[in-house]
């Protein structure tokens, strides 16, 4: 009754502002989560950010996954009522996993704990946002709805270079009022990454791929996303455009949830006694994923140091390092991480917000100087407060190969590329505290690379020819067979005998992108 009664509207939910200051009313979490943007660029951060004390914490541990992450979801105190946060995330963590643990932690000698993120449909951590985000997106928009707040339904275009596309699609698929479409760049996804989506079932998901690069495939959508005159056509037969980026809160708050939870488990198992410090070690991209350990530790998490993990475009690394972020004479690396191959760092704004007491002002600013000048500096305050909290180094891609060799022979733990890249940071980090590792994908999504580290090959060395002309099913049962790690997910071992839907090529011609879309939502009535 007392629920009801706090719930009765929404007056009393967390609302949520912007990190340039730019909107004047406060938002609704569902507002948020629809808008994905905030109008004026800027990305939504909630108006409080709650504290649990230790106990409450620690107590998670008895609980399972789903309601752990009810538990966090109710501490931010959404606009959505209690019961309904049970069901969305019984759905978002169920057999959907592989196992009911959801994300278990694996412990590697020196104190360093594998939090394994990858046990969800598509093998990769994204997995753990977009089986939940979409669920929380359907909801909102049926709260809009009935509210006469909105009438149309939602196209959720998406570029992906590999791990996104195939995630978002799992995510949405079935959701109502969501139709998703994936663009992919012809011939730039490994064979593994390009059957996981084209193999995709479900009425309304569509898949292209498209002639050009990543790069090519990111500015369609935006260029579609700018096109006012297509908005209206698409308006007229009843749908609006959106994105599931990781700039999204509602990618954002699925996150904080795991390292919170994970910190429980590790007083559970014995690793750590209730409130002693752990340091945290991500491998990091669009720094969605460590943001997420900021925001755990400013909920009561006991984190001392979190380790921001760099491959060879190390942007993130020499920024925390100096203070100075500058992309304006920076190549783009091809690393065995691609999932980590950025240039601008779209969720670093959210932390500076943070980190400069939510001075919308300044970061305004700072976006300003990037985009003029492809680079911006912090003032010193607000590099002291960065160098407080943050430790970051980069590895080269041998590095990284070495590092799943050494890991393997050693411990017979095998980690994919990404996960790699953290682990290596990890150890030239470390000081005395456990370290909790952000473990991002599955090895056999990458396949290659953990076969050319196993082998002793460079990166980028061409594969032995009977191992080239393998397909990546075949490559990884190979590796499985040879490591005897016969763990392979089922959504990957199965997609060379699935009869691929989705075989349509597009130019890189907006028109025609448009018209494909067009052709996709019009099925959808
Ligand atoms: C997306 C991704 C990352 C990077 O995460 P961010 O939140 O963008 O920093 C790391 N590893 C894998 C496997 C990924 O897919």
């Known amino acids: 009754m007392n629920d009801l009664l706090d719930r009765a509207n929404d007056m009393g939910a967390n609302r949520y502002i912007d990190t340039r200051g730019a909107i004047c009313e406060p938002v609704a979490f569902t507002q948020a989560v629809i808008d994905g943007l905030a109008p004026g660029g800027g990305l939504f951060v909630p108006q409080e950010i709650p504290h649990l004390p230790l106990e409450e914490i620690v107590s998670l541990a008895e609980l399972p996954y789903p309601a752990r992450a009810a538990a966090i979801y109710r501490a ?63 909801e909102s928009a049926s709260k809009l709805r009935s509210e006469g707040a909105l009438d149309e339904e939602f196209c959720i275009l998406v570029a992906t270079s590999g791990d996104t596309g195939k995630a978002a699609l799992e995510g949405f698929k079935g959701v109502e009022g969501v139709s998703v479409g994936v663009l992919y760049p012809d011939g730039g996804v490994s064979d593994i990454q390009r059957k996981q989506m084209v193999t995709t079932t479900g009425d309304n998901v569509h898949v292209w791929a498209m002639r050009g690069n990543f790069d090519d495939c990111q500015t369609m959508v935006k260029r579609i996303f700018a096109d006012d005159a297509y908005a209206e056509e698409l308006a007229h ?41 752990i340091d945290v070690c991500v491998p990091t991209g669009n720094f969605g994923n460590i943001l997420a350990a900021w925001y755990a530790k400013q909920i009561g998490v006991p984190i001392e140091m979190l380790m921001c993990a760099s491959n060879e475009n190390r942007v993130l690394t020499d920024f925390i390092n100096t203070g100075t972020y500058d992309i304006s004479s920076r190549d ?7 999932s980590m191959d950025i240039l601008v760092s779209s969720n670093l704004e959210r932390q500076l917000f943070e980190l400069t007491g939510r001075d919308g002002e300044a970061i305004s600013g700072w976006m300003a100087d990037l985009n003029r000048d492809r680079a911006f500096k912090v003032d010193k305050e607000t590099f002291a407060r960065m160098r407080n909290a943050f430790r970051s180094d980069s590895i080269t891609n041998e590095e990284c190969l070495a590092a799943i060799k050494r890991v393997f022979d050693e411990q017979g733990y095998l980690m994919d590329p990404h996960t790699a890249v953290a682990c290596c940071v990890a150890e030239n980090l470390k000081g005395q505290n456990p370290v909790l590792i952000a473990s991002t994908a599955h090895w056999a999504k990458f396949g290659d690379n953990v076969y050319r580290a196993l082998h002793g090959l460079r990166p980028g060395e061409a594969l032995p020819e009977e191992v080239a002309c393998l397909t990546g099913c075949q490559l990884n049962e190979l590796i499985a067979e040879e490591t005897g790690k016969q763990d392979i997910p089922a959504g990957l071992a199965g997609l060379d005998s699935m009869e691929p839907r989705f075989t349509e090529v597009l130019e890189a011609d907006k028109q025609a992108t448009e018209a494909a879309v067009s052709a996709f939502v019009s099925e959808q009535r």
Request: aromatic share 12%.
């Open 237 to 277: 037969a009843g749908y609006a455009l959106s994105s599931a980026n990781s700039i999204n809160w509602g990618r954002l708050l699925p996150q904080i949830v795991y390292y919170i939870s994970g910190y429980a488990e590790l007083v559970k198992s014995g690793a750590v006694a209730a409130g002693d410090p």
């Open 76 to 138: 931010f105190n959404i606009d959505i009522t209690d019961d309904r946060i049970d069901q969305l995330m019984d759905i978002s963590y169920g057999d959907n996993f592989d196992t009911p643990e959801v994300c278990p932690i694996v412990s590697l000698d020196g104190d360093m704990h594998m939090l394994e993120l990858w046990h969800g449909p598509t093998s990769a951590f994204k997995d753990m946002a977009l089986q939940c985000l979409p669920n929380f997106f359907g």
């Open 332 to 338: 783009f690396v091809l690393t065995p991480s691609p």
